[in-house]
């Protein structure tokens, strides 16, 4: 399993990132994916998670300002955030889940200036 992130970088309050994240060694069609974030100092938390039939699911602090895609042709899944604020500054990761087990990519850091 291969997870490769991309996408960070410095962004203004209110503006807006796409990350990505390419995929490989797995049956990406049918795999449960999703976009961890973690500060110093704190557990990794869920950001957002999408399911092979496309249902996703959010945190409550990014309803609203951030989706999940995929593009099964592409193997690869994305995170766009809009509105940005700078609580969401962190290193964001990429996971598949194949129960029970969680494959991570390396981060990718995420810096909102206020």
């Known amino acids: 399993v291969q997870l490769q992130a991309s996408g960070g970088g410095l962004v203004q309050s209110g503006g807006s990132l796409r990350l990505s994240c390419a995929a490989s060694?797995?049956?990406?069609?049918?795999?449960?994916m999703g976009w961890y974030r973690q500060d110093p100092g704190k557990q990794r938390e869920l950001v957002a998670a999408?399911?092979?039939?496309?249902?996703?699911t959010y945190a409550d602090s990014v309803k609203g300002r951030f989706t999940i895609s995929r593009d099964n042709a592409k193997n690869t899944v994305y995170l766009q955030m809009n509105s940005l604020k700078p609580e969401d500054t962190a290193v964001y990761y990429c996971?598949?889940?194949?129960?029970?087990?969680?494959?991570w990519g390396e981060g990718t850091q995420v810096t909102v200036s206020s």
């Open positions: 996971n598949y889940y194949r129960n029970p087990i969680h494959y």
């Open positions: 060694g797995f049956t990406f069609s049918s795999s449960v």
């Open positions: 999408i399911y092979s039939g496309g249902l996703t």
